[in-house]
Antibody, heavy 123, light 107 residues
Framework: QLQLQESGPGLVKPSETLSLTCTVS??????????WGWIRQPPGKGLEWIGS???????YNNPSLKSRVTISVDTSKNQFSLKLNSVTAADTAVYFC???????????????WGQGTVVTVSS | EIVMTQSPATLSVSPGARATLSCRAS??????LAWYQQKPGQAPRLLIY???TRATGIPARFSGSGSGTEFTLTISSLQSEDFAVYYC?????????FGQGTKVEIK
């Protein structure tokens, strides 16, 4: 059974870098043909796709976050990671990692999700 | 960026009744649309992809239809476990975007 688990600090100071890791078990990132994505949900609000990565390192990022996002993969640990720099209170959210189907032009449906981790940006 | 608009924002339905949720795209997304269910404190769960294909393990009472800009999620006979928030997502145009959600509540 595929499982994803987010980990990282729950509190980040404004202007600093948010760093999260997603550990995948039950499937190998490097042998599957899926993308691996990050999605966030501010308190009481809807979902926002942050970006996704393929095991080769190819990425798709949401331009709304401009150049603040870096997504990387470590196939030896079966993990992928998110870094979001220069955070503000607006980045406070539940952050989810998920597996994504490989679509025709970009990653598409998200079929397995982690439970999510709460990240608060505050001094 | 494609804007996904879901309606209604809240739908009050009696158990056993039929629920119809709508999702409209600001421009055509073909059939590149998915539906998710989210319960409080949980991650979203994939229900439908490709606009009308049920994901693995999803009961037959959930069905999706539509293409282009108009999509519908129908729950044929609401069970107690179906009261939740439902989101649509398009992945035809980059970046992929979600609707704001429809809350299905007990009437």
């Amino acid at each position: 059974q595929l499982q994803l688990q987010e980990s990282g600090p729950g509190l980040v100071k404004p202007s600093e870098t948010l760093s999260l890791t997603c550990t995948v078990s039950g499937d190998s990132i490097s042998s599957s043909h899926y993308y691996w994505g990050w999605i966030r949900q501010p308190p009481g609000k809807g979902l926002e796709w942050i970006g996704s990565i393929y095991y080769s390192g190819s990425t798709y990022n949401n331009p709304s976050l401009k150049s603040r996002v870096t997504i990387s993969v470590d196939t030896s640990k079966n993990q992928f990671s998110l870094k979001l720099n220069s955070v503000t209170a607006a980045d406070t959210a539940v952050y989810f990692c998920a597996r994504q189907y490989p679509g025709s032009s970009q990653p598409d449906a998200l079929d397995y999700w982690g439970q999510g981790t709460v990240v608060t940006v505050s001094s | 960026e494609i804007v996904m608009t879901q309606s209604p924002a809240t739908l009050s339905v009696s158990p056993g009744a039929r629920a119809t949720l709508s999702c409209r795209a600001s421009q055509s997304v073909g059939s590149n649309l998915a539906w998710y269910q989210q319960k409080p404190g949980q991650a979203p769960r994939l229900l439908i992809y490709g606009a009308s294909t049920r994901a693995t393990g999803i009961p037959a009472r959930f069905s999706g239809s539509g293409s282009g800009t108009e999509f519908t999620l129908t729950i044929s006979s609401l069970q107690s476990e179906d009261f939740a928030v439902y989101y649509c997502q398009q992945f035809n145009n980059w970046p992929q975007t979600f609707g704001q959600g429809t809350k299905v509540e007990i009437k």
